[in-house]
């Protein structure tokens, strides 16, 4: 459920190569969690929406399934095996939205945009909106977001959506995974977040 590509304003924007985006992910996650939960009290949660139906809209199932191998503690919805997608969005967002320890909620979504921002993974405050690139009238997701610029947009969505590269969008998809896990584990130290553990990446 693609977005469109909104990365002005950004609280951070990099390419998946650039030596220091793991850094910049966890940072900037990290600010913005404790922006919007300045007494540290609400839960993380991530909502990583898509399909493994086409390769340019499995980024936020791959993100799930990576983080579901680095680490047990994080509460994580959407992955290969049971992904969040048009039919059961709503559904999960009333479920989470209805706890009464109100969770943060950071959500995860492949997005299309120009030729020279593919590769390019955006941090924004706010919440996106899954399925507008394939005109698609869904829910707005987050408190705040992370989405990945996989293909080109402008004409024929679909069909990109199945000519793009899964090399790209996995490699996206882990390092996505790794900068969410590197900021869990330094955010854990807070009331109301699960206690961090030791994680070796593979």
Known sequence: MLSKMADR???ASFHYED??????LQSSVCSLFTSINTDYSR????????TDRATGDCLGPLVGTRLRSLSSRMEIYGS?????HATNLEEILE???????????GAVDACLGNTDRIGYINVRAGSLKPGTALKKSLPEVGDFHISGVVNVGGFFEHLVLQNTRLYIVYRMADLIAKGLYLAFSQLSRYPG?????NQKFD
């Open 80 to 84: 290969l095996e049971h992904p969040v």
């Open 19 to 24: 030596p220091r985006s793991l850094t910049k």
């Open 95 to 105: 479920d989470i939205n209805n706890r009464p320890d109100r969770p943060i909620i």
């Open 43 to 50: 839960p993380l949660v991530f909502i990583n929406i898509g």
């Open 9 to 11: 304003n950004a609280q």
């Open 193 to 197: 977040m699960n206690q961090p553990f």
